[in-house]
């Protein structure tokens, strides 16, 4: 920390903006998932998920750790969580590797949360959505379940296709739980 002549310490620079920098790397790993899904590189597209998947967990542990939260963090890392998630859902099913009801619906979630959310910030002007325990759950079962997808093609070997099925639906139940849950979320901070 650096001493301010006005006031209290500051944080570094780096230091306060290392989450938000880990959630950017979200952002900037989804086209190259999708790249790699798409051209069949899919132990690549594997590593990068998971690579992606770890800076959800680390930037939310540093702002914590670091006590760097921020409100920029705050809208960054959904964004990043979003934009992952459905570019990886749109390019395995693109790829075949998904089926499009499953796509469909975790794209219907997200426009719902997104209508929801913008109901609520026209309504009562209020710009906090914060995300859900079941919105969070929901998050690490498609997480899961792109990874599974994603490691069962590139490594046969591991027999996880046999898992698949079930996970597929696991996801669908968690993404319309998880919405129904922002819609009474959201009708109620509406009222």
């Known amino acids: 920390?650096?001493?301010?002549?006005?006031?209290?310490?500051?944080?570094?620079?780096?230091?306060?903006?290392?989450?938000?920098?880990?959630?950017?790397?979200?952002?900037?790993?989804?086209?190259?998932?999708?790249?790699?899904?798409?051209?069949?590189?899919?132990?690549?597209?594997?590593?990068?998920?998971?690579?992606?998947?770890?800076?959800?967990?680390?930037?939310?542990?540093?702002?914590?750790?670091?006590?760097?939260?921020?409100?920029?963090?705050?809208?960054?890392?959904?964004?990043?969580?979003?934009?992952?998630?459905?570019?990886?859902?749109?390019?395995?099913?693109?790829?075949?590797?998904?089926p499009w009801w499953l796509v469909a619906t975790v794209f219907a979630r997200d426009i719902l949360i997104l209508a929801g959310a913008l109901a609520v910030w026209l309504l009562k002007q209020r710009r906090d959505f914060p995300p859900s325990v079941w919105g969070k759950l929901c998050t690490f079962i498609q997480t899961l379940t792109g990874a599974t997808v994603l490691l069962a093609r590139a490594w046969p070997e591991t027999g996880l296709e046999v898992c698949t099925p079930l996970l597929l639906w696991l996801t669908a139940a968690a993404t319309l739980w998880s919405g129904l849950d922002y819609a009474r979320r959201a009708v109620r901070q509406a009222r």
Request: hydrophobic share 50%; net charge positive.
């Open 1 to 98: 920390m650096t001493s301010s002549p006005n006031g209290p310490p500051r944080r570094s620079w780096l230091r306060a903006s290392l989450p938000n920098l880990l959630s950017a790397s979200r952002l900037a790993l989804a086209p190259f998932v999708v790249r790699g899904i798409l051209s069949g590189r899919l132990r690549q597209a594997f590593v990068l998920l998971m690579a992606a998947g770890l800076t959800d967990v680390l930037d939310g542990v540093l702002a914590r750790w670091l006590q760097a939260a921020s409100r920029l963090g705050a809208y960054l890392d959904p964004v990043a969580d979003k934009v992952l998630l459905s570019a990886t859902y749109l390019a395995l099913g693109l790829s075949g590797l998904l």
